[in-house]
């Protein structure tokens, strides 16, 4: 479809040609590989993943960055908030021109061990990560913010009023998802359209080869209501 994004998440890549398209039905071009950056960092569990220091993490964004790559993804779960340090410090260090980049990141998960508010889709816990992400990533705001799975003791009518009030507040551009349900996402966008909110523009969702459960429902669901698709 004119409109559907296929947006690949990617740590490697090769030295062609880039190519770009719609996220969903913005108009906001992203390159079509997106680098992800769940290997910066090695706080806790997360150090299997990759274990990236900063000089690696910083060679990783210049690469992405020659090869055209516009689009770069983090979440502040990662390394729990270490990834989105060093990417913010790669950016600056390699002196990017902020207005090429699109900006990328989620919140949901546990940040603070202990914390009975440092988890979750609540008014509370997504306006305090929101502005733990903007500083350490050192930016003014985040092109895409998305919600990291589904939190079934918020109402999403609490969260997507959040993001809303975030976007209209210029701190973000445009909302996305991540791992839910095809009926889940479609409550989202129902509710959204009902209050005249701020819509879900992307899926970012496991899918490989070997996973195509989503071709099932989601992919489907995508290509009705024209939201872009990050695997």
């Known amino acids: 479809m004119q409109h559907q994004s296929f947006v690949k998440i990617v740590y490697f890549f090769s030295g ?3 190519r770009y398209r719609l996220l969903g039905r913005t108009g906001l071009y992203v ?4 680098l992800g950056t769940m290997t910066f960092g090695d706080q806790g569990w997360w150090k299997v993943l990759g274990g990236l220091g900063q000089d690696a993490a910083t060679g990783l964004v210049k690469q992405a960055f ?4 516009n689009f770069i993804d983090t979440a502040n779960i990662y390394s729990f908030g270490e990834s989105e340090k060093l990417t913010g410090i ?3 260090t390699l002196g990017l021109p ?3 980049l699109v900006i990328a ?3 949901t998960g546990v940040m603070h061990e202990g914390a009975v508010n440092g988890q979750g889709q609540s008014r509370y816990h997504l306006m305090n990560e929101l502005d733990a992400s903007l500083k350490r990533l050192q930016v003014d705001h985040i092109d895409l913010y998305q919600l990291h799975g589904f939190d079934p003791l918020t109402p999403l009518e609490e969260a997507l009023s959040t993001l809303n009030d975030m976007v209209r507040s210029g701190k973000v551009r445009y909302i996305g998802l991540c791992n839910m349900a095809a009926w889940q996402i479609m409550k989202g966008l ?3 359209e009902k209050n005249h909110w701020a819509r879900f523009e992307s899926v970012q969702a496991y899918y490989t080869v070997a996973g195509r459960d989503l071709e099932r429902e989601v992919v489907p669901l995508l290509q009705d209501q ?3 698709l990050m695997v």
């Open 16 to 18: 062609d040609a880039m």
């Open 31 to 34: 390159s079509e590989l997106c």
């Open 66 to 69: 020659d090869a055209g790559v």
């Open 90 to 92: 790669a950016i600056k």
């Open 98 to 100: 902020r207005d090429e």
């Open 105 to 107: 990141t989620k919140a």
């Open 190 to 192: 129902a509710i959204s």
């Open 226 to 228: 024209q939201l872009g």
